[in-house]
């Protein structure tokens, strides 16, 4: 893997936390764009969603981010 900012190769892992009401623990991206419900939180519902793995650039900073199907 490489960052695509900086072309650097030492990239390290890590995540997106979560720490909202409900919350994993973990970010994930849900499929679709955000609709919201009567309450005014995102509608997901019956949407697919997929854990977002996040690697740290060494060199930059830079973060990219992939997602992973949810087991």
């Not at 695509?4 to 991206?29: A, H, K, M, V």
């Not at 519902?45 to 793995?53: E, H, P, Q, Y």
């Amino acid at each position: 893997m490489r960052c695509t900012q900086c072309e650097g190769t030492d990239l390290e892992p890590g995540f997106i936390e979560d720490n909202g009401e409900g919350s994993q623990g973990y970010g994930r991206w849900i499929q679709g764009a955000l609709e919201r419900g009567p309450f005014g939180g995102a509608r997901r519902l019956g949407k697919r969603r997929w854990i977002i793995d996040a690697f740290r650039c060494t060199r930059c900073s830079h973060l990219e981010l992939s997602v992973r199907p949810k087991d």
